[in-house]
């Protein structure tokens, strides 16, 4: 449940819950004919063997109770853990689009065609404008790659 390498785990738990649930239908029904069949038994000599019997089943619904909740806390840690997964790739996500965001707005300012545009007539305009980008976001990589989104 708690390994490093990802696995269908939560079609297991489903599974294993399917069989409990098997077991469940067929122990359960036996609880009530199993008793009256110990307490209303003729032969004296067999009420202990009922009894014990009883037990026994008694015995086999506790554990099937038991596995079951065990089976709900393993499926419930299973889908926090799918959580904080799908958390962090959300974070690498956003990082990436903030990455992409500097440049897309710079090129749309570029890109509106006004009459006075800064360093429009520069020799190099251009080449600074793509340092800037480049520097933004390296620096931006960088923010994130310390926070440890990256």
């Known amino acids: 449940m708690f ?15 399917r069989e409990t649930l098997e077991f469940r239908r ?9 008793n009256r069949l110990a307490l209303s038994t003729a032969s004296e000599q067999a009420r202990p063997y009922f009894r014990d019997i009883a037990d026994h089943l008694a ?3 506790e ?23 799908q958390n962090e790739d959300m974070r690498k996500l956003t990082a990436g689009a903030t990455i992409f965001a500097v440049p ?21 305009g251009y080449p600074i ?8 976001c390296g620096y931006i990589y960088w923010r994130f ?3 440890g989104w990256l």
Request: glycine residues 4%; proline residues 4%.
């Open 59 to 61: 015995r086999a619904a």
């Open 145 to 147: 790659k310390r926070s």
């Open 129 to 136: 404008c793509v340092g800037v980008i480049g520097a933004l």
């Open 3 to 17: 390994s490093a390498q990802r696995s269908n785990d939560s079609s297991r738990i489903y599974r294993l819950k």
């Open 26 to 34: 067929a122990v359960l029904p036996l609880r009530e004919p199993l």
């Open 63 to 85: 554990a099937i109770d038991s596995i079951d909740h065990l089976l709900d806390n393993a499926l419930q840690a299973h889908l926090a853990q799918l959580s904080v997964q």
């Open 104 to 124: 897309t707005a710079i090129a749309g300012i570029y890109g509106m065609n006004f009459e006075h545009m800064p360093e429009l007539s520069w020799t190099y």
